[in-house]
């Protein structure tokens, strides 16, 4: 109480500074005898003092501050009645009785501060006395405060009360409307469909949506019965409200006369400029649509943006999906808007099977349209039209390899019959497009044949060995390795010799792939160890990391005398990922190299080899002054205790 002495005498000073720092520490001590000249304060201009006092007041809460806040609600300085609403709305749950003792106060004013107050206090009590201002307060604003209140409760026990306030007048309507929401009773279904009767297109429109939003599948037969004396623009709420209740899928259950007035219903609201009522149009649609439907949502889809709006378009497509076949999609791949035929083209992708049989609709449809369309639409078709063939498409395919000159769409159709048809029929058409401008067809090409395999395809590819062109050699040597070394060691042996460094890589690549089946091609590999080319070299030192046997760790260890320091590193990495000791004094001598990368290296490998003269030279590191050395030493060290333990 000593402390409080103080605080109080502080609170009195004439210093702004002292009272604001008596005001700070009268909270932190939740000095309750503080609480009577902390509310006097807030009435100060000085806005520090305000800030303190607000403060504390809210820190000791209690009966005895509400009490003492509850009268600056009847200032007349707005700064100060809305200050002493905020603390009400944060402590005022600590003493209800006082809060609703206001409630039926002479002021107006007072009456919709305490109901505004009231809502805040997530207290059940507040709902008796909120509801009887509700249904009984002369005042409008106090009811439609109370209302907002009800519904910041949430508390199940105001549904009654608000049901009946759905009659009052429209002001209030609107917040009532909104609580109903918030509480989602489902007794206030039939009091808001009941309420339609008499309420405005505005209030009316708030009390479907509301409907929507509870999802009380009653309300769907009351809304039904209401459609058609509805005008255009409440009718679209009900439809977009019965969608949301029901769902999509479930508008198949009704009855065929009602299904179909919907679906006439649906198709009106896809015309409508609010885009949720669009799309709750949509959705219904994709279960009950049609030919009108499909013609709809198409345009509507072809107008939205590809990456802005991908999302709502991905849904939209997949309603449209849902539809399926019909005279609008084609209609829409052979007419004149690019962006609808894009649309149309990814619908139909949705809709065709997982692999494309003799006479399948969707499947034929795309490729009819094929060459009657632009080239950006022809690519969309190809691609699927590639990931759906086989065998029956082929025809179509081969026409393509013959016409076409897109290497866009060349590639689709030389995946499909090559690589995933495996044509050999095809490959005499495919082997031109290695000559191909673009790289990316050349590749293409290049694994159709490979795919297709056979004694034409290597002898084709023997005969390209022999070009003088070394992109030419280059395709050869990749090709032949893939189709089998030992069948082709010959050319193979000879491309290692190549006067071109990349037809050398490829060359010792093709030769290593064998490295799980037999000992053969070490010898050769090992051969360009002393390539002039630094990427052979390194290339080398990859394959022998890859394939590693203890007979190559003297040829990694001298590979640590190269020019190079990339293939000193990709050797130190197989030295270390092998646990290769016999290279441990070498990489330490190795430790005053000029490149820190591969200092680094050196101690990770070190680490990752372990022995006493690595742990030894890695604990000299730990002295460096190079923070990141010492780092990696320790790291490594912790790595050779670890893998003792």
Not at 14 to 38: H, P, Q, T, Y
Not at 389 to 412: A, W, Y
Not at 479 to 507: E, F, Y
Not at 596 to 605: P, Q, S, T
Request: glycine letters at 6%; a negative charge.
């Amino acid at each position: 109480m000593a402390e409080c002495s103080e605080y109080l005498f502080l609170l009195k000073s004439d210093d702004k500074d002292i009272v604001r720092e008596g005001a700070f520490r009268a909270g932190e001590d939740n000095c309750v005898e503080a609480v009577a000249l902390l509310a006097e304060l807030l009435k100060t201009n000085h806005l520090g003092v305000q800030e303190a006092a607000d403060s504390s007041l809210r820190k000791i809460g209690g009966s005895e501050t509400v009490q003492a806040v509850l009268p600056l609600l009847r200032s007349d300085e707005a700064p100060v009645r809305n200050l002493s609403m905020d603390i009400l709305r944060e402590v005022g749950w600590q003493d209800m009785p006082s809060l609703i003792a206001l409630v039926h106060d002479d002021d107006p004013d007072i009456r919709i501060f305490v109901a505004d107050i009231l809502g805040s206090t997530d207290n059940v009590m507040a709902v008796e006395p909120l509801c009887d201002a509700l249904l009984k307060d002369p005042e409008v604003n106090v009811r439609y405060q109370a209302a907002v209140s009800l519904g910041e409760l949430g508390k199940p026990e105001a549904a009654s009360c608000l049901n009946k306030a759905i009659e009052d007048e429209e002001w209030v309507q609107y917040s009532v409307i909104e609580a109903l929401t918030k509480i989602g009773h489902s007794s206030s279904v039939s009091a808001l469909v009941k309420a339609l009767d008499h309420a405005s297109d505005l209030v009316a429109s708030m009390i479907i949506d509301s409907l929507g939003e509870l999802g009380d599948i009653k309300a769907v037969t009351m809304l039904l019965k209401r459609m058609d004396e509805s005008p255009t623009a409440l009718r679209n709420k009900i439809v977009k409200a019965v969608v949301k209740i029901l769902g999509g899928k479930s508008l198949t259950l009704l009855n065929a006369s009602e299904r179909e007035r919907f679906r006439q219903y649906l198709l009106v609201a896809l015309r409508d400029e609010d885009v949720e009522i669009q799309d709750a149009a949509i959705q219904g649609l994709a279960h009950v649509g049609g030919e009108q439907a499909s013609e709809g949502i198409l345009g509507i889809a072809g107008a939205l943006d590809q990456d802005r709006d991908q999302e709502r378009l991905g849904v939209i497509i997949g309603c449209l999906a849902l539809i399926g076949l019909t005279d609008a999609l084609r209609q829409a791949l052979l007419g004149d808007d690019q962006a609808v035929a894009h649309v149309a083209v990814q619908v139909l992708s949705m809709i065709s099977p997982d692999s494309c049989g003799s006479g399948d609709s969707v499947c034929t449809v795309l490729m009819e349209a094929f060459w009657q369309v632009g080239l950006p639409i022809q690519r969309q078709i190809v691609s699927v039209a590639a990931d759906r063939g086989n065998e029956h498409s082929k025809d179509f395919f081969i026409r393509i390899l013959d016409e076409h000159t897109d290497g866009t769409v060349l590639k689709s159709a030389v995946y499909l019959l090559g690589e995933k048809l495996r044509l050999a029929e095809v490959v005499d058409r495919i082997f031109p497009l290695l000559d191909h401008q673009y790289d990316d067809v050349k590749e293409a090409a290049l694994e159709a044949c490979i795919a297709i395999n056979g004694p034409h395809v290597r002898e084709r590819f023997v005969d390209m060995f022999a070009s003088d062109e070394p992109i030419r050699r280059l395709m050869a040597v990749y090709a032949l390795g893939k189709l089998g070394v030992p069948a082709n060691l010959d050319i193979l042996c000879r491309a290692i010799d190549d006067a071109v460094p990349d037809i050398r890589k490829v060359a010792i690549e093709a030769l290593a792939s064998e490295c799980d089946v037999s000992d053969d091609w070490q010898p050769l590999v090992l051969s360009r160890l002393g390539d002039e080319s630094k990427d052979v070299r390194l290339t080398v030192i990859e394959i022998l990391g890859k394939c590693f046997t203890e007979s190559f760790v003297p040829h990694l260890v001298n590979a640590l005398n190269d020019g190079d320091d990339w293939v000193k590193i990709r050797a130190i990495d197989a030295l270390g990922e092998h646990g290769a000791v016999q290279a441990v004094p070498r990489l330490i001598e190795m430790l005053d190299n000029p490149n820190r990368f591969v200092i680094m290296k050196i101690v990770e490998a070190l680490g990752r080899i372990g022995g006493q003269s690595a742990f030894r030279s890695l604990l000299e590191l730990t002295n460096s002054d190079e923070y990141e050395l010492v780092n990696a030493a320790e790291e490594a060290i912790a790595n050779i205790q670890e893998a003792q333990e």
